[in-house]
């Protein structure tokens, strides 16, 4: 299993902090180019959340992140951030849409691929961005961001479940004491009031 390492600047508006300075913009490669060699200068960045901005990584992978997230597989990509001078990741776990607005994901709140790579970067002194995503595949949106639904009632069923989902993870993210936890950016088509 691969787990692909992708750079961002996390939130930094939100959180008042500056982004470090040349951080690779690689938003125009295709993921199979992207690797952690393309970070970007590590210099004043530092790993472990030190001074010099925030230097990030989303570190996602090729399924629901079930089994993947709280593997050896992610410990050994966390011990990788420090000599590149990350000091924030983001991970993002899933919730699938269907087309009626129903949402298939785990709601339980004491989820190992969620809580385990929190353990994991804190012991590591990086900072974490939960992200809660919508996956769109297998169903006939192109884009997270164009899930449309028909009628109201598609609408109704489609936010009692992402309600749910967002608040086991953000349960999650609390316990858990991530630093940041980000929803519902994906989200641009809705129903007008």
Same mark, same amino acid.
């Given at each position: 299993m691969l787990i692909y390492l992708l750079p961002? @600047?996390?939130?930094?508006? @939100?959180l008042g902090e500056t982004p470090a300075k040349n951080t690779a913009d690689v938003s125009g490669q295709s993921a199979k180019n992207i690797s952690a060699s393309t970070a970007g200068d590590t210099s004043g960045g530092g790993g472990g959340g030190g001074g010099g901005g925030i230097r990030g990584m989303t570190i996602t992978c090729f399924g629901s992140g079930l089994g993947e997230w709280d593997s050896p597989q992610m410990n050994r990509t966390l011990d990788e951030m420090g000599p590149l001078g990350v000091n924030w990741?983001? =991970? +993002? %776990?899933?919730?699938?849409v269907g087309r009626h607005g129903e949402l298939r994901f785990n709601s339980e709140t004491q989820q190992a691929s969620?809580?385990?790579p929190?353990?994991?970067a804190a012991k590591r002194g990086l900072k974490v961005m939960l992200k %809660? +995503? @919508?996956?769109y595949w297998?169903? %006939? =949106?192109s884009w997270r961001g164009k899930i449309q639904f028909d009628t109201e009632l598609q609408w109704q069923r489609f936010f009692t479940d992402y309600?749910? =989902?967002i608040v086991a993870q953000a349960t999650m993210a609390q316990a858990g004491h991530a630093d940041l936890y980000l929803c519902g950016r994906g989200i641009q088509k809705n129903p007008s009031p």
């Open positions: 961002i @600047l996390i939130a930094a508006s @939100l990741i983001s =991970f +993002h %776990p899933y919730a699938w969620v809580m385990e929190l353990r994991q %809660p +995503h @919508l996956g297998g169903s %006939p =949106f309600e749910k =989902f």
